[in-house]
């Protein structure tokens, strides 16, 4: 697994390493906020490189966070939810 990540950031050719990150996700006036990510990161640019499907899984994670905050009404507001 450790493999398939990025020793060098492919837009600077930076160097990278493996951080715990949060993501912020803003959608018809709501706003979440995922922490807890790991992801590696770019020491240069802050380019950010999810696994293979962590991109996809975050944003599916995200999208459930907007379901859930419908179903609340919690349209106002800053949602946080944390991994780990
Ligand atoms: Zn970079």
Redesign the pocket.
Known sequence: MDDLFLK???????S?SYKTISQKFEREGMRISISGIKAIV??????IYFPPGGADKLTAAANSMFELAKVENQHKGLIKAGIG
């Open positions: 060098k950031c492919s837009d600077c050719g930076g990278t770019c020491e240069n640019c802050g380019e």
